[in-house]
């Protein structure tokens, strides 16, 4: 019987084991030669990085990112603090000490006093209520006294000149109470009174004062000081990711105010305003187009009158830029913006706008025909929640006005 010899067998297995062999080594030399490669680059890199030094930043590059890392995480100051701001239409920059006191949960406690390069004076004093009904709720009243010395007035109505500007000294009193509820996150319905004491005169500055060039029956609410109780209710719709720095959402505020004479010398009167603005993002928020309206009109009943230095105006630093604050007056008053951003940093913003608007005696008069028009250049620093400051140069009619503003337009 045939059988298969023993060392076929053999020879067989001994093949089939030293390729197996051959196989291994052949795959382990190259990894072999990779991981030693792979340390020789790591070795490399590392010592590399030891002798270059990283790139330095100068103070101000410091400064900025460090507001912009920083700057939305700071929490408001606690204890005094130094404050700047406006104390009055038309005073400029102001600054003074302020004082915060937090209490409860959502509760604070703020008092500031101002004094501006205009020689206006302020002093304000703040409390908010801790929110209740789970923070949809809450009240806050206000008391400020204002020294106004040199407050312009240029005549009614849209054909007033610059060079026609008189002056008025005014002191208003004010004593506020609001309450607001926000039954939605983007939804707030509020109301509540307002106490206003006018103590009107002469107009300091170098210009005339107002009562040198006007007369009372010319100019309701000239020599009078009148003082008036205006009860009020507003609503509200902000969708905007923060009001203070945004690149998208809209806004709508709707507010109607009734102010009563309590001396009774005929200056009862209603005063309506809608305030509304569109941001609308292109190219995943690199650009924006932020649209703005402003429409604010008042009624009177037979034998009343507006106070002048209470009517309706435009004019500033954020409606009509290219024109003086206050710069019209009259009954009612429309203003329209378009504004288109980019982003050139990542805290600043530059725009160019386009201003129009018009102030009427009656509200027939109030249409898109002879709008005062201003336009310009800006640019914005801010962080990813606030508005910090607003360069702008603006041009109009009464030639180029450079604007400093702090805060956001609306």
């Known amino acids: 019987m045939p059988t298969v010899p023993c060392s076929n067998r053999a020879r067989s297995f001994a093949a089939a084991l030293g390729a197996g062999l051959v196989a291994l080594l052949t795959a382990a030399v190259p990894a072999h030669a990779q991981d030693t490669r792979a340390a020789q680059i790591a070795g490399a890199q590392a010592q590399k990085a030891a002798t270059v030094e990283p790139p330095r930043r100068g103070w101000l590059e410091k400064t900025l990112g460090g507001l912009r890392e920083r700057g939305d995480r700071i929490a408001p100051p606690i204890g005094f603090f130094p404050w700047f701001g406006s104390v009055y239409s038309g005073g400029a920059i102001a600054a003074g000490p302020g004082l915060r006191i937090p209490f409860g949960d959502t509760g604070e406690i703020k ?49 007033s000149n610059d060079s026609d500007r008189t002056n008025l000294g005014l002191r208003p009193i004010e004593a506020m109470a609001d309450v607001v509820v926000r039954p939605l996150p983007w939804l707030s319905v509020g109301g ?29 609410g000239l020599g009078a000081d009148p003082t008036l109780l205006r009860s009020f209710v507003h609503v509200g719709i902000d969708t905007r990711p923060d009001p203070g720095y945004a690149r998208r959402g809209s ?73 003086s604050t206050l710069r ?49 250049l800006g ?10 400051v607003r360069l702008e140069a603006a041009h109009g009619r009464d030639g180029f006005r450079f604007v400093f503003g702090v805060g956001p337009t609306f």
Request: net charge negative; charged share 20%.
């Open 111 to 159: 008092a500031y006093a101002g004094w501006s390069v205009r020689n206006y004076k302020a002093v304000t004093g703040e409390v908010t209520f801790p929110a209740v009904w789970r923070g949809r709720v809450q009240v806050t009243t206000r008391g400020r006294w204002v020294d106004a010395p040199t407050v312009p007035f240029y005549g009614l109505g849209n054909d």
């Open 192 to 220: 509540g009174a307002d106490f206003l004491k006018f103590d009107t005169r002469r107009g300091g500055g170098s210009e005339p004062s107002v009562d040198e060039v006007y007369s009372p029956s010319a100019l309701p």
């Open 379 to 388: 640019a914005t620093f801010h962080t990813l929640r606030h508005t910090l």
């Open 328 to 376: 019209f007056r009259d009954n009612h008053a429309l203003f329209l913006s378009a504004e288109w951003r980019w982003p050139v940093t990542e805290m600043m913003d530059m725009a160019v706008f386009v201003d129009a608007g018009k102030v009427a005696a009656t509200r027939g008069d109030l249409t898109l025909t002879g709008l005062t028009t201003s336009w310009g």
């Open 251 to 323: 806004v709508l505020r709707i507010e109607a105010s009734q102010f009563t004479d309590l001396d009774s010398e005929g200056y009862d009167f209603r005063s309506y305003q809608i305030k509304a603005a569109q941001l609308v993002p292109v190219l995943n928020e690199h650009w924006v187009l932020a649209l703005r309206g402003h429409l604010w009109t008042t009624d009177t009943r037979d034998g009343h009158a507006v106070p002048f230095f209470l009517l309706p105006y435009l004019g500033g630093s954020d409606e009509l830029r290219s024109f």
